[in-house]
């Protein structure tokens, strides 16, 4: 039986007691193809993919500022020459100039964050902004380093949201063209060792070559997944198809500057940097070429049997059960490959299985899926400011930083520990607090849960000792915990 | 001085020591021992670290990076350890300190991820064990001495298992009233994973108090925490801290760097905080596998095979590095690329904790690696 409760709370981000749960689950889960929009008015005022990019110039400049004032300066004797107990920002007025670029990256990471969470507690169509965030995950960026930082919001506004409707072979090339992706496993420097700009590092005596990052992680993670029946000459090939893919402009190597001319800071093919001749991929020839040779082998990943087992997998685990039923993967993965990766049609296999609908929440809700349906619950349309960031870091789930490329582990060991779900009833003593004058919390539960609030549940609410009380107890009750 | 193969097997040290030492299954009486695991998330280069300069291709194939111990202290003729080291160093000329190097658990692929679920669960593949070693040791402790502690928001997977373990990360938030704790008690009492975690959580907030207010969001913080958490005599006993940031595949001199900087201030806090009672305590240190031998063309390394592992604190018979020593030359190399494994890290884990607690090390071994083969045991590590 398809239950309402089950089409809010766990396809889409959590009921808004205000809107009343759908008379037919599975048209409100169909309807949303149709009404979805990748740009809402939250995202479309994020930062931007170029304002990123000249944030991280102006970066870079006073970076190099720094270094160039420091040489100059630098006593024979060095840092013995200093006051110890000199302020560093006076000691070195760059520093200042850089400290202040370093914090504007910051606030567009903030600024994106954000407006990932506006566009999560107000959309219309919950279960494409949960699909969003499972897709941003499973092509995961951390957000450490400055690139990053600044077009983490990016990556997912440009290179994921559009495609969540399209196919599986499109998002991952829109994915593994991103700048932040480039630059985030280190692709962007990455250079043929027989190609003309290997060919003439070498002859200087300079170490400039291949670095293997992201054709290993593309194999491992974001398509024919670990023992996905690759090995270590294959992930060399695919290294040595992908040089080239780069970075336009940034970087002080020429023939990255010269390509600058097509996007600042976006994709661009560098011929110089690609390695000459044909390639060997899981037994497959490759023709010699440029762009079009990654691109080549992407497609043939996008449409391998073991990639679409790893998706089907990972979608199930989302959606189903840490450990997935077996059978329903099987039919995920048959989905997908009989529609040639079409994501909708791996979305409808979904809606269609009786699996996904079980009455008993299997899923213990991640630190983001917690804050973004109690904040839906308590009837906000924005995330708390001004710490928008801390907010979700302290729950222990800091957005975009899952700190390796795997992404955030979607299975309960990870994340139900005793200070987790101490931090989940801190966070909903604030939160209730907040929204104040919501009415009677049993009104609340009744319209978030329907008729699957626990009896328990129920109890605790209706004993509480003020409506307060009641709704902080509903945010961390085992029936709000799980999906 | 240099122990190579002498002190691996049970040569005849290993033996003598056996005389001595009592030695129980299981040891039935409470300790005052203390036991920490740092594991090192991202392959740390174990060449950058415990850098082997005495060796005669170590410069050639380390190109660029060929200097990155200067500075550091000189453990033997051929090792030298990484200059941001610096208290560490000092804990090894105490003799508080033992490095083991070309060492590697079972797991012979490159994978992060299954490299650690091989580290943490200690089976032999990854995704062979369910549960991990660390929950699996507490069994083989008196109930007193088996509390252990995740110093993180979650449990990672070597603490993850039968035995019930704490978590604990610094937050900011202000702590829920009284009476919302006691109602969610009640609340969970009829929802067996809820309910476990909770307790959990009950007794952590007594043990914490005012850390909360703490701020542990540098490497030292959270050393100084692990401390606070454990020298109490009711504080826990057994503790693992996670760090990540290891995967060094470019610009390596400046990250590695970082990252020593910030483990050796941890260690330093973890030394301090303890007090006296750091001459009970032992810190492993450890990694899921190494990097290759020779930089790649980003001023890094790549994902390789044989690394290095550390133990620190005042039970540890340290002041020496442990290697059967493979050489770095291009012929003597794992697949070509990576040094070569020649010192098993789980034997060494179960060598090191067997002499910690008094354990039997054999039965060690079987509890907390269940599908290693019957070999050679590292003792008299302690």
Redesign the interface.
């Known amino acids: 039986m398809q239950l309402p409760e089950i089409a809010v709370n766990r396809f889409g981000l959590g009921a808004r007691p205000g809107e009343g749960l759908p008379g037919d689950p599975r048209a409100w889960l169909l309807g949303q193809f149709d009404r979805y929009d990748p740009r809402p008015p939250a995202i479309a005022e994020a930062p931007s993919q170029p304002e990123a990019a000249a944030a991280l110039a102006d970066y870079a400049a006073a970076a190099r500022e720094g270094r160039m004032q420091r040489n100059a300066t630098a006593a024979p004797s060095g840092a013995a020459s200093m006051p110890a107990d000199a302020d560093p920002a006076m000691r070195d007025p760059a520093m200042q100039a850089r400290r202040t670029e370093r914090r504007n990256l910051r606030d567009l990471y903030a600024q994106s964050v954000a407006a990932r969470g506006i566009s999560a507690l107000t959309t219309p169509t919950p279960f494409m902004d949960r699909l969003v965030h499972f897709w941003s995950n499973h092509f995961a960026i951390s957000a450490?380093k400055p690139p990053v930082i600044a077009m983490a919001g990016s990556f997912e506004f440009d290179a994921i949201r559009p495609h969540v409707l399209g196919s599986f072979g499109d998002m991952l090339r829109a994915v593994e063209r991103h700048p932040a992706m480039l630059t985030y496993l280190?692709q962007a420097?990455?250079?043929g060792?027989g190609s003309p700009a290997?060919q003439r590092a070498g002859a200087n005596g300079r170490?400039?070559?291949?670095?293997?990052?992201l054709a290993?992680e593309i194999l491992?993670l974001h398509t024919l997944g670990?023992?996905g029946g690759y090995d270590?000459a294959d992930i060399g090939e695919f290294a040595r198809a992908l040089t080239g893919w780069s970075v336009a402009g940034g970087a002080r190597r020429p023939a990255r500057r010269r390509a600058a001319a097509a996007t600042p800071g976006g994709f661009a093919f560098v011929p110089a940097m690609h390695e000459p001749g044909t390639r060997t991929i899981l037994g497959r020839t490759f023709d010699a070429g440029g762009e079009e040779q990654g691109q080549a082998v992407l497609d043939m990943l996008a449409a391998h049997a073991a990639t679409a087992h790893h998706v089907a997998t990972k979608l199930a685990r989302h959606f189903v059960a840490d450990t997935p039923p077996p059978a329903l993967v099987s039919r995920l993965e048959q989905a997908f490959l009989q529609a040639d990766g079409d994501l909708p049609t791996l979305y409808r296999a979904l809606i269609d299985a009786p699996e996904a609908w079980s009455p008993t929440p299997a899923k213990?809700k991640t630190p983001w899926e917690w804050a973004v349906s109690a904040l839906r619950a308590t009837g906000a349309e924005t995330f708390p400011t001004p710490n928008v960031l801390?907010f979700v870091t302290?729950l222990?789930q800091a957005v975009w930083r899952p700190?390796?490329p795997?992404g955030f582990d979607d299975v309960?060991?990870?994340?139900?520990?005793?200070?987790?779900?101490?931090?989940r009833?801190?966070?909903?003593?604030?939160l209730a607090a907040r929204a104040q004058g919501m009415g009677d919390t049993s009104a609340v539960a009744a319209a978030l849960f329907g008729g699957t609030l626990t009896a328990?549940?129920a109890t605790?609410i209706a004993?509480?000792?003020s409506p307060t009380?009641g709704l902080?107890?509903l945010l961390?009750?085992?029936d709000f915990?799980r999906r | 001085m240099i122990d190579r193969r002498n002190l691996l097997g049970t040569g005849l040290l290993g033996a003598a020591a056996t005389l001595f030492v009592p030695r129980i299954a299981f040891a039935a009486v409470p300790t005052d021992k203390r036991f920490v695991f740092i594991i090192q998330r991202g392959a740390a280069d174990g060449l950058g670290i415990v850098v082997p300069v005495g060796d005669p291709a170590f410069a050639g194939q380390r190109g660029m990076l060929a200097d990155v111990a200067e500075g550091g202290v000189q453990l033997d003729p051929l090792f030298t350890l990484h200059p941001a080291l610096a208290q560490t160093g000092q804990l090894y000329g105490a003799g508080q300190a033992l490095f083991a190097h070309a060492i590697a658990s079972p797991y012979r692929e490159r994978s992060h991820f299954d490299g650690q679920n091989v580290l943490e669960s200690g089976g032999s593949g990854p995704y062979t064990v369910k549960d991990g070693w660390l929950n699996r040791m507490l069994s083989l402790l008196p109930p007193d001495d088996a509390r252990a502690m995740a110093i993180a928001a979650a449990i990672p997977l070597a603490l993850r298992g039968a035995r019930d373990v704490a978590s604990y990360a610094p937050s900011n938030l202000p702590q829920a009233s009284d009476d919302l704790i006691e109602r969610v008690s009640m609340l969970y009492q009829d929802d067996a994973q809820l309910h476990g975690l909770w307790d959990q959580a009950l007794a952590t907030r007594l043990l914490t108090g005012d850390l909360a207010a703490d701020n542990g969001r540098n490497a030292a913080a959270t050393g100084d925490l692990c401390a606070r958490l454990m020298a109490p005599a009711e504080g826990a006993r057994i503790a693992m801290i996670e760090t990540g940031g290891w995967d060094t595949h470019a610009g390596q001199r400046q990250r590695l760097a970082g990252q020593l900087r910030g483990l050796d201030a941890m260690i330093g806090a973890i030394r301090t905080g303890l007090g006296a009672e750091w001459a009970n305590t032992m810190v492993l240190v450890a990694t899921e596998f190494g990097r290759t031998v020779a930089i790649n063309g980003t001023g890094g390394t790549d994902h390789g095979t044989a690394a290095s592992a550390m133990l620190l604190g005042g039970a540890v018979k340290g002041g020496r590095v442990i290697a059967d020593w493979p050489g770095l030359a291009a012929g003597s190399l794992h697949d070509g690329r990576d040094l070569r494994p020649t010192t098993d890290l789980d034997s060494f884990i179960a060598g090191a904790i067997a002499g910690h607690f008094a354990l039997d090390p054999a039965q060690t071994r079987r509890v907390l690696f269940p599908q290693a083969q019957e070999g050679p045991m590292v003792e008299g590590l302690v």
Do not use: C, I, K
């Not at chain 1, 170490?207 to 990052?213: A, I, S």
């Not at chain 1, 009833?425 to 604030?430: D, F, G, H, I, S």
């Open positions: 450490e280190d420097q990455s250079v060792p290997g170490t400039r070559g291949l670095n293997e990052n290993r491992e670990v023992r270590q213990f801390g302290q222990g700190g390796s795997a309960a060991a990870s994340w139900a520990g005793p200070d987790a779900v101490m931090r009833v801190e966070v909903a003593e604030r328990q549940t605790a004993r509480a000792e009380q902080a107890l961390v009750s085992p915990m």
